[in-house]
């Protein structure tokens, strides 16, 4: 009997990574203590510095190492006909399925997909591959009861009731929508955004004018995107709120393949930069394009319960500026000098996720090991966080609470908290602290000890392998400046 799809909660490192985000202040499930909301989550102390690292490090890479890139701003609420002209109103539907014995909905395509990766994992890669054309030439097709069929042909059950009562197939638009004004009717109906990329294009001649950008140029932007995703799983990888880090490139009709490779080449050398190993990262081009797209990849990340997206790469050539000017009546041209011409530029857009690149930066840095010999034995767990974003940079401990250790202690706290993100303690024997910031993935620790009165220096503990140096006090700022520096992962970008 088959039971193809697997549950999070069967897969016990996951299980284990979700356990540490809460305990450690990384995430927690939204409105909690009311019993949670469904794929909606909170970003706790660590949880935020190391979101807002990521974050950084992704604005940085294109605002600083792109002269020709610029950001924005935009607003979540937009005119209504904005997602018109985008296509999302009436193209932006997953189709969904549910289980009458379980009562539980699905994804119908996710649902294949998870028995294409069954075929795969058993060594059937060709019949993997004939299963996702069939199911794509379906849903383009919009064949929904042939989708429905397939289902059921491949004996695909559902995990809760194991069994294949499933209702017809159909579509489900996954805008969010609200009222405008006070008065609630059809009128006012606008949308939480879906993606951020609609306020980079419906802005496009604002930033090309008053930043006098010329084609080849980029407009990055960060920001809240909302979907009422079908299917809530894996933590915060599908969520109904999260963020996104997109920057859309404006080019010249034709380029575009040239284009799309150079920044599908960029955007992964950027998660290698960050500490992502070769292997688990890998390309994957879309089966079944999106109805912007005339190409596109995703970036896949192999998480403990396989490889998925953490961001997409797409050729929308002018579909959406195309769109927008037939909509809003207004001119969305691009008057090249070179060529002596005017046109409507062609766009490549570069689409991450900053929760998703986040759950892979945990994901990928969540150690458990054990440590020591003999009877001494332990598991020892850390996180094994590039130091450039890890949450907090250090933490200063003097060895004991007296002596006058905590007031050096505490002095260098003072001079170093302008420079780095610092914790400062003095309880629990120094061992157990050492083990509180390898759980939240300090990668330095200073301690204070009586050498220090002595002489003026510390020690430096380092978090992967624990090992020791002494330093100067004076030359502290230097140290883990140099340690700790984006700029490290900044300069493996290009
Ligand atoms: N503007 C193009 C666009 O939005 P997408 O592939 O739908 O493309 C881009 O989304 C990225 O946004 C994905 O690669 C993923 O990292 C992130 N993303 C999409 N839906 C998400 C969700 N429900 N929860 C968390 N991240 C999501």
Request: proline share 3%; hydrophobic share 35%.
């Amino acid at each position: 009997m088959t039971n193809n799809i697997s549950k999070p909660e069967d897969n016990i490192q996951l299980k284990n990574i979700i356990a540490h985000a809460k305990e450690y202040g990384f995430v927690y499930q939204s409105s909690e203590i009311y019993d949670g909301l469904q794929a909606v989550y909170d970003y706790g102390p660590y949880g935020v510095e190391l979101k807002n690292n990521i974050k950084e490090l992704w604005w940085q890479s294109m605002i600083k190492l792109h002269h020709n890139i610029v950001g924005i701003d935009a607003a979540i609420f937009m005119h209504p006909l904005t997602w018109k002209a985008s296509g999302h109103v009436d193209s932006f539907n997953d189709p969904m399925i549910d289980n009458k014995d379980s009562k539980k909905r699905y994804r119908a395509d996710v649902l294949i997909e998870d028995k294409a990766a069954e075929y795969e994992a058993n060594g059937e890669a060709a019949k993997a591959k004939t299963l996702i054309k069939e199911m794509s030439r379906l849903l383009e097709e919009e064949d929904l009861k042939g989708v429905h069929d397939l289902i059921v042909r491949e004996d695909i059950r559902c995990p809760f009731s194991n069994t294949s009562n499933w209702t017809d197939v159909r579509q489900f638009n996954l805008m969010f929508s609200t009222q405008i004004g006070s008065v609630a009717d059809d009128a006012n109906t606008i949308f939480l955004r879906p993606e951020t990329a609609q306020g980079i294009f419906v802005n496009f001649l604002n930033v090309q004018k008053t930043a006098r950008m010329k084609i080849p140029f980029g407009i990055a932007q960060i920001g809240k995107a909302f979907r009422n995703e079908i299917v809530a799983r894996q933590f915060i990888f599908r969520m109904r709120e999260f963020e996104q880090m997109e920057m859309q490139y404006f080019i010249r009709p034709g380029e575009e393949m040239k284009w799309y490779e150079i920044w599908k080449n960029i955007r992964l050398n950027w998660h290698k930069a960050m500490g992502i190993p070769e292997n688990k990262l890998r390309f994957h081009d879309h089966d079944k394009l999106a109805h912007y797209a005339n190409a596109a990849v995703d970036i896949e990340y192999e998480f403990p319960f396989g490889y998925k997206e953490v961001e997409g790469i797409h050729s929308r050539t002018d579909f959406d500026l195309g769109n927008h000017q037939e909509l809003s009546k207004k001119k969305m041209q691009y008057f090249d000098n070179e060529l002596g011409k005017s046109y409507v530029p062609y766009v490549i857009e570069t689409s991450a996720g900053a929760d998703r690149l986040f759950f892979m930066v945990l994901s990928n840095s969540f150690v458990e090991e054990e440590v020591g010999e003999g009877n001494d034995k332990k598991m020892r767990t850390y996180l094994k966080i590039h130091p450039g974003l890890a949450p907090v940079k250090a933490a200063i401990f003097p060895l004991v609470k007296k002596d006058g250790l905590p007031e050096v202690a505490k002095k260098i706290y003072d001079d170093l908290r302008f420079d780095f993100n610092l914790i400062y303690e003095e309880t629990q024997s120094i061992g157990k602290r050492y083990t509180r910031q390898d759980l939240i993935g300090t990668p330095y620790c200073i301690a204070v000890d009586h050498q220090t009165l002595e002489d003026e220096t510390v020690t430096i503990r380092e978090r992967d392998t624990m090992e020791q140096v002494r330093v100067k006090i004076n030359t502290l700022r230097d140290e883990i400046g140099k340690r700790v520096s984006m700029k490290n992962i900044l300069e493996n970008i290009d």
